[in-house]
């Protein structure tokens, strides 16, 4: 059995839900007498309404925290610490939390003295946010609920908004919900029982065995493995993310147990994952339970809507690919995922916009840079300091009109060069930018003019 992280631990994490050296440094009277940051606050800052760290000082932003926290201390009785945080996040989908909220919270008042349901809205004008407090006051008063407003999100990205949570639940457990789910008791109580047998040391995949009905995006994961592990943000924006976080978490904490419902098919019985378990020498310890009395989706998918779609399956294919990348150390294991990777890079430029691609890969405004490119000079893609320099020195040796677009891990590397302009990506690895970098630009070179088109990688 993994061992859960010490609360220190936790709090040395990137992104913790307190930050206790700021909050110390803030305030002059958080370390007197016998108190220590984290008790101060829960005894005292938070009543006075004082932040949480340097990037949460106006505690407007979440009214609950402090009830939160207070549920969290280690020596409050078991009964009352929140063991459970189911996490929704939202932008434009004031109709879904319509249909299901009000209902997850009646089906799950038993068990409110063990249970948040928070909620992250990414909006800029309020709706959903006062919709929320006004209807559910009650569920806020206490922390219940907790609402969360960020500022939206340029475009929807599943990882990004999934790992919003970080900073801010107080149960041992993350548990995601997307706003068209229902949680029924029944569940929670199953997930309380593991949890009151076993601590946070398992993942639940909540699959029901039916694609399209909400349940294959949902799991439940030990809140310091999410914290550590949690969703990859350089995916692409939807698919695979959560059964990235199954299959990541289970590789770096291979003690966790898998749990899974008794169906035909479970996260792990795809060919792909298989020959990917095989590889990285990964033998999951699993648990099969029946499934308790659950709901299917306010708004469900037809069951092959991956399959129909070829930008939908090219993405999942994609990702899917980054997934066994990042966790296989063996290159004659890595070299399948990377041919494949380059493949599905090169048929997703082929059907999709490509302004839209290159901004949703090197960031807003990118594309609009290429228009400072000269007309008639030879173009290079680098995607090393050593490529860039050596294509500077080759082009300059011929007297040829040139430009090197280089792609760096960090946009400063190359940017004191002449004729060099770098992009650092957004989303995607190395692979996957590469390929995006030099193929849209190549499928640019007529329209705007340029030379040739060569990659130097």
Request: with cysteine; charged share 20%.
């Amino acid at each position: 059995m993994s061992k859960e992280p010490s609360l220190s631990d936790l709090l040395q994490h990137a992104n913790p839900m307190f930050d206790a050296h700021w909050y110390a440094n803030r305030y002059a009277d958080a370390t007197s007498g016998d108190f220590d940051a984290e008790s101060h606050f829960l005894t005292v800052g938070h009543r006075l309404g004082r932040g949480t760290g340097a990037f949460r000082q106006d505690r407007s932003l979440d009214a609950g925290l402090g009830r939160a926290l207070a549920r969290r201390q280690p020596d409050a009785p078991a009964s009352h610490r929140i063991a459970l945080s189911y996490c929704i996040p939202v932008m434009d989908r004031l109709g879904d939390l319509q249909l299901t909220l009000a209902e997850n919270l009646s089906a799950n008042m038993a068990y409110r003295d063990r249970v948040e349901f928070v909620v992250i809205v990414f909006e800029d004008q309020p709706e959903i946010v006062p919709w929320l407090l006004q209807n559910h006051a009650d569920a806020a008063a206490d922390g219940y609920l907790r609402v969360i407003a960020l500022p939206r999100m340029p475009q929807w990205h599943f990882g990004k908004a999934k790992n919003s949570f970080r900073p801010f639940i107080a149960g041992q457990l993350y548990s995601s919900l997307d706003a068209d789910n229902f949680v029924t008791g029944d569940e929670t109580r199953l997930l309380l029982d593991i949890f009151d047998a076993e601590g946070a040391s398992f993942i639940f995949h909540h699959f029901s065995g039916t694609w399209g009905d909400g349940s294959s995006g949902r799991v439940t994961m030990p809140a310091w493995s999410y914290r550590r592990v949690g969703y990859d943000e350089r995916f692409l924006p939807r698919q695979f993310d959560e059964v990235d976080a199954i299959l990541s978490g289970l590789a770096k904490y291979p003690g966790l147990t898998l749990y899974h419902y008794e169906t035909a098919e479970m996260v792990l019985d795809t060919d792909n994952i298989g020959a990917f378990l095989r590889g990285a020498k990964l033998v999951p310890r699993t648990q099969m339970l029946p499934m308790p009395v659950r709901r299917a989706a306010a708004n469900p998918k037809p069951e092959n809507y991956v399959i129909d779609s070829p930008a939908v399956s090219t993405m999942q294919s994609i990702n899917e690919a980054m997934c066994f990348l990042k966790n296989l150390d063996q290159p004659a294991e890595r070299e399948r995922w990377q041919q494949r990777l380059k493949q599905d890079t090169e048929r997703i430029v082929a059907m999709t916009d490509h302004r839209s691609l290159f901004e949703l890969t090197f960031g807003s405004g990118a594309w609009d840079r290429l228009d400072g490119l000269e007309k008639g000079a030879d173009i290079i893609v680098t995607a090393s300091d050593h490529a860039c320099r050596f294509a500077m020195a080759e082009a300059q040796a011929s007297g040829a009109r040139f430009a090197v677009l280089h792609l760096a891990q960090l946009p400063a590397v190359a940017s004191d060069l002449p004729n060099v302009m770098t992009f650092s990506s957004a989303i995607g690895n190395e692979i996957f930018s590469e390929i995006v970098l030099y193929q849209c630009v190549k499928s640019e070179s007529l329209i705007r003019n340029f030379g040739s088109v060569t990659w130097n990688c």
